[in-house]
């Protein structure tokens, strides 16, 4: 997992994009609590993007109320500001 982090933050750098512009940070893991404004995965809570995307294992858009506690997913963090926002949610098997 280590790689996935070091990927998204020099990728960006490599061919010049805005690092602002780029997911700051990958994390996986199981639902443990959702709100239309929150999630906590494996105890670790962040604010969702009020744009956040949700896509199901087939890479379909699907809405927030198809999540449940338990799913595994994967979710990117960007920050915004000084404050870290989930605004992609990848449901897992």
């Given at each position: 997992?280590?790689?996935?982090?070091?990927a998204y933050?020099?990728?960006?750098?490599?061919?010049?994009?805005?690092?602002?512009?780029?997911?700051?940070?990958?994390?996986?893991?199981?639902?443990?609590?959702?709100?239309?404004?929150?999630?906590?995965?494996?105890?670790?809570?962040?604010?969702?993007?009020?744009?956040v995307k949700?896509?199901?294992?087939?890479?379909?858009?699907?809405?927030?109320?198809?999540?449940?506690?338990?799913?595994?997913?994967?979710?990117e963090v960007?920050?915004?500001?000084?404050?870290?926002?989930?605004?992609?949610?990848?449901?897992?098997?």
């Open positions: 997992m280590k790689t996935k982090y070091i933050v020099i990728l960006p750098v490599l061919f010049g994009l805005p690092i602002s512009l780029q997911a700051q940070l990958l994390l996986e893991g199981r639902i443990d609590f959702l709100t239309r404004s929150e999630i906590i995965i494996d105890d670790f809570s962040l604010k969702l993007s009020p744009t949700i896509f199901s294992t087939g890479l379909k858009t699907i809405p927030l109320d198809t999540l449940k506690l338990g799913d595994k997913v994967e979710i960007h920050q915004f500001g000084r404050k870290l926002f989930v605004d992609r949610i990848q449901l897992l098997k």
